[in-house]
């Protein structure tokens, strides 16, 4: 069966950067786009990015360029987001979600969440 | 970006009782490409609906989606005591991708 484990929770100062991971299994891993959204807490979703496994190429949600990286492994199927100059308002929970068969941009496969807390 | 506003913020109802989500786009919504989302706490989000009225998977037919253009609607008939959630909508039709900040169904 198809799952996504994603790495565990993070504690980070300002200015640091933190990576998470999501390691995948189940299904072949370079025939499905994979995305990162994330949720602040109490909050809704916001739609960070979205990554190829086959070949690496990204899109990034404007508000993220220049500050995430998504990346992927294929060797160990699991790919990676990490986030740059982080400030308070980026404490959330922080998924992968993998594509559905018919579209790129609908979401049937979550990772079970990362919380990534920004706190002097 | 298409900004999309979801209403009523929350809904209480009793169980067996009819749920009516809104969801209304900034602009249309290319090729009513409007899915909905169900999250319930501590989890990741469902997919329930794409295509506006077409149910994913293993979704009960209790759920349904209509609408076109700027307006679209999530219907459950008879909410079941597992339906109580947040639900949220996203259109993907025109890039970027964006959801609605969610709907509440709490138990009445």
């Known amino acids: 069966q198809v799952q996504l484990v994603q790495s565990g929770a993070e504690v980070k100062k300002p200015g640091a950067s933190v990576k998470v991971s999501c390691k995948t299994s189940?299904?072949?891993?370079?025939?499905?786009?994979m995305h990162w959204v994330r949720q602040a807490p109490g909050q809704g979703l916001e739609w960070m990015g979205i990554i190829n496994p086959s070949g690496g190429t990204t899109t990034y949600a404007q508000k993220f360029q220049g500050r995430v990286t998504m990346t992927r492994d294929t060797s160990t199927r699991t790919v990676y987001m990490e986030l740059n100059n982080l400030r308070s308002e980026d404490t959330a929970v922080y998924y992968c979600a993998r594509v559905t068969p018919t579209s790129s941009w609908l979401f049937d496969y979550w990772g079970q969440g990362t919380l990534v807390t920004v706190s002097s | 970006e298409i900004v999309l506003t979801q209403s009523p913020g929350t809904l209480s109802l009793s169980p067996g009782e009819r749920a009516t989500l809104s969801c209304r786009a900034s602009?249309?919504?290319?090729?009513?490409?409007l899915a909905w989302y169900q999250q319930k706490p501590g989890q990741a989000p469902r997919l329930l609906i794409y295509h506006a009225s077409s149910r994913a998977t293993g979704i009960p037919d209790r759920f349904s989606g209509s609408g076109s253009g700027t307006d679209f609607t999530l219907t459950i008939s008879r909410v079941e005591p597992e339906d109580f959630a947040v639900y949220y909508c996203?259109?993907?039709?025109?890039?970027?991708?964006?959801f609605g900040q969610g709907t509440k169904v709490e138990i009445k």
């Open positions: 996203q259109q993907y039709g025109n890039s970027p991708q964006t």
């Open positions: 602009q249309s919504v290319s090729s009513s490409y």
């Open positions: 189940g299904y072949t891993f370079t025939t499905y786009y």
